[in-house]
């Protein structure tokens, strides 16, 4: 299946940083991007709909100030966590979908700590 | 939007036995369906998925049926093995065809 490659794989740090993710899909190109964040024990919460070279579409009760999204390329989407705090902390998953535009393929997952 | 139902939200079988674990969905115009399984501290997996044109897929030990007229959607695995445990995700594409709607999640565990 397609690759979605997710970077870092843990952050750790002290409120009030701001924390990027990264999301790239190694082997195709991803017109659409998606993030989620994942409580423990809980299900995947979509938390935005990222589309190459325009904003992204944020799912209600997401501050579109506080996670800004860029998917400035057809590979590359990011996810930056501004003044993060501890209520940030989560696990946060993108994916794509594949080249069929329906399949979707998850990253690694980058599990934030905010200290 | 979109709203996905799943149950049980944890299961626990013997190793051997078989599991099922059903979705329902509320957008009558969802048409694809696919069934994730995520380890601990890995990405989620899609393991099968169906569309609405089909009521039944087998992939070896792991099933999918679905009742577009009930709305719901099943996961059967049969001959469970250890290595089956963990958490599976049903979901649905929602009605603009952008974006998957998971649900809560079923914690899977099977003992030998």
């Known amino acids: 299946g397609a690759v979605v490659s997710q970077h870092p794989s843990w952050v750790i740090c002290k409120s009030g940083t701001s924390v990027k993710i990264e999301c790239r899909s190694l082997?195709?190109?991803?017109?659409?991007m998606f993030w989620y964040r994942q409580f423990p024990k809980q299900s995947l919460m979509l938390m935005a709909t990222?589309?190459?070279?325009?904003?992204?579409?944020?799912e209600q009760g997401v501050e579109k100030d506080k996670f800004l999204i860029n998917h400035a390329s057809l590979t590359l989407s990011t996810l930056t966590v501004t003044s993060a705090h501890p209520e940030d902390s989560s696990f946060y998953i993108c994916?794509?979908?594949?080249?069929?535009?329906?399949?979707?393929?998850f990253g690694s997952g980058t599990q934030l700590s905010v200290l | 939007g979109e709203n996905v139902e799943q149950h049980p939200s944890t299961l626990s079988v013997q190793e051997g036995d078989s599991a099922v674990i059903k979705c329902t969905y509320s957008?009558?115009?969802?048409?694809?369906f696919p069934w994730y399984k995520q380890e601990l501290g890995k990405r989620p997996q899609l393991i099968i998925d169906?569309?609405?044109?089909?009521g039944e897929k087998k992939d070896q030990r792991i099933a999918v049926t679905l009742n577009k007229t009930a709305k719901h959607f099943s996961l059967h695995i049969t001959e469970t093995q250890p290595e089956d445990s963990a958490v599976y995700f049903c979901?649905?594409?929602?009605?603009?065809?952008?974006?998957?709607?998971f649900g809560k999640g079923t914690t899977l565990s099977v003992s030998s």
């Open positions: 994916s794509a979908t594949g080249p069929t535009n329906e399949k979707l393929f």
């Open positions: 082997d195709f190109q991803a017109t659409t």
């Open positions: 990222s589309n190459e070279g325009s904003k992204a579409t944020y």
């Open positions: 957008d009558s115009a969802s048409n694809y």
């Open positions: 169906i569309r609405s044109n089909v």
């Open positions: 979901a649905a594409l929602n009605q603009a065809g952008t974006a998957l709607i």
